[in-house]
């Protein structure tokens, strides 16, 4: 085997573990995004944290990282917020959204 190759499969073997690490992070952080927001909504409503912690990460995890998934998810807070007499804007829910994805991914930085 060549240097050449020898560098070529180091350097894909290197892109494979930062990819892997980087969708590894991504996953952490919106399951503590999620799990922010439900303990949240939880605290407005009186609502089962855990039970709505699990309807957020199952319905986000099945859209897999896009912006409908982001976009599902603050329709389905705002209207479970509704049903409780809790009114929130679509802005100031996706202001609340991004603070708790940055506080997720600071804590995965540390």
Same mark, same amino acid.
């Given at each position: 085997?060549?240097?050449?190759? #020898?560098? !070529?499969?180091?350097? *894909?073997?290197?892109? +494979? !573990?930062?990819? /892997?690490?980087?969708?590894?992070?991504? =996953?952490? !952080? #919106?399951?503590?995004?999620?799990?922010?927001?439900?303990?949240?909504?939880?605290?407005?409503?009186?609502?089962?944290?855990?039970?709505?912690?699990? $309807?957020?990460?199952?319905?986000? =995890?099945?859209?897999?990282?896009?912006?409908?998934?982001? #976009?599902? /998810? &603050? &329709?389905?807070?705002?209207?479970? &917020?509704? *049903?409780? *007499? !809790?009114? +929130?804007? $679509?802005?100031? $829910?996706?202001?609340?959204? +991004? @603070?708790?994805? @940055? +506080?997720?991914?600071?804590? #995965?930085? *540390?």
């Amino acid at each position: 085997m060549t240097d050449y190759v #020898r560098t !070529v499969d180091a350097k *894909g073997a290197t892109s +494979q !573990v930062n990819f /892997i690490a980087n969708q590894e992070a991504a =996953f952490w !952080v #919106r399951a503590r995004r999620n799990r922010l927001l439900a303990e949240w909504f939880s605290d407005l409503t009186d609502a089962d944290s855990q039970s709505y912690l699990k $309807l957020l990460l199952d319905e986000d =995890f099945a859209r897999v990282e896009s912006h409908e998934a982001e #976009r599902w /998810i &603050l &329709l389905k807070i705002r209207n479970d &917020l509704l *049903g409780f *007499g !809790v009114v +929130q804007s $679509l802005d100031d $829910l996706r202001d609340r959204f +991004q @603070r708790f994805e @940055r +506080q997720a991914w600071l804590e #995965r930085t *540390g």
